[in-house]
Antibody, heavy 121, light 108 residues
Framework: EVQLVESGGGLVQPGGSLRLSCAAS????????MNWVRQAPGKGLEWVSYINTFGNTIHYADSVKGRFTISRDNAKKSLYLQMNSLRAEDTAVYYC??????????????WGQGTLVTVSS | ETVMTQSPATLSVSPGERATLSCRASQSVSSNLAWYQQIPGQAPRLLIYGASTRATGIPARFSGSGSGTEFTLTISSLQSEDFAVYYCHQYHNWPPHTFGQGTKLEIK
């Protein structure tokens, strides 16, 4: 079964840092591009970041650029999101999502169950 | 950035009836559009990709249509488990990937 499991969320003070992880199983992780998507409480979906299979092509939403860093370890079948200088508006459930990874075939499937990040003093 | 606009924000439909959800893109996304279903407390689930292709395991009552800037998700004969929030997602002009704000499908 294809599965993504996020971890690392929690309560952090404004200006603090947090590192999220996403453990993949049931598929060849190294063959797929990956994304982070977040959802603020009661709000819609917001794409956060993308990384290609080798980790050498990376994109960020403007809202997190310069503060968040995406990375991956193909040997460990894991995706990461290092979040620094956190703000209240970063409060959200963070999902990792597998990219279908074809030319103009970049829909997201599957998604992990999400991990909640709360930024508050 | 391609802005995705969904309508209506909330749709009230009786079980067994048909629901029609709309999604409009601010510029052409060709057929590079996906639909997701999100049940409260759960992660989004892929329903449709390529504007009209059902994902694996998705019932035939779900259908997608459209291209360019106008898209529709139709759910024929609504079942109780279909009442959820639905999002469209364009993957033609990225980064950034962009989603619609969602349509909440509720029981009438």
């Amino acid at each position: 079964e294809v599965q993504l499991v996020e971890s690392g969320g929690g309560l952090v003070q404004p200006g603090g840092s947090l590192r999220l992880s996403c453990a993949a199983s049931g598929f060849t992780f190294s063959s797929y591009e990956m994304n982070w998507v977040r959802q603020a409480p009661g709000k819609g979906l917001e794409w956060v970041s993308y990384i290609n299979t080798f980790g050498n092509t990376i994109h960020y939403a403007d809202s997190v650029k310069g503060r968040f860093t995406i990375s991956r370890d193909n040997a460990k079948k894991s995706l990461y999101l290092q979040m620094n200088s956190l703000r209240a508006e970063d409060t959200a459930v963070y999902y990792c999502a597998r990219d279908h990874s074809g030319w103009l075939e970049d829909w997201f499937d599957p998604w992990g169950q999400g991990t909640l990040v709360t930024v508050s003093s | 950035e391609t802005v995705m606009t969904q309508s209506p924000a909330t749709l009230s439909v009786s079980p067994g009836e048909r629901a029609t959800l709309s999604c409009r893109a601010s510029q052409s996304v060709s057929s590079n559009l996906a639909w997701y279903q999100q049940i409260p407390g759960q992660a989004p689930r892929l329903l449709i990709y390529g504007a009209s292709t059902r994902a694996t395991g998705i019932p035939a009552r779900f259908s997608g249509s459209g291209s360019g800037t106008e898209f529709t998700l139709t759910i024929s004969s609504l079942q109780s488990e279909d009442f959820a929030v639905y999002y469209c997602h364009q993957y033609h002009n990225w980064p950034p990937h962009t989603f619609g704000q969602g349509t909440k499908l509720e029981i009438k």
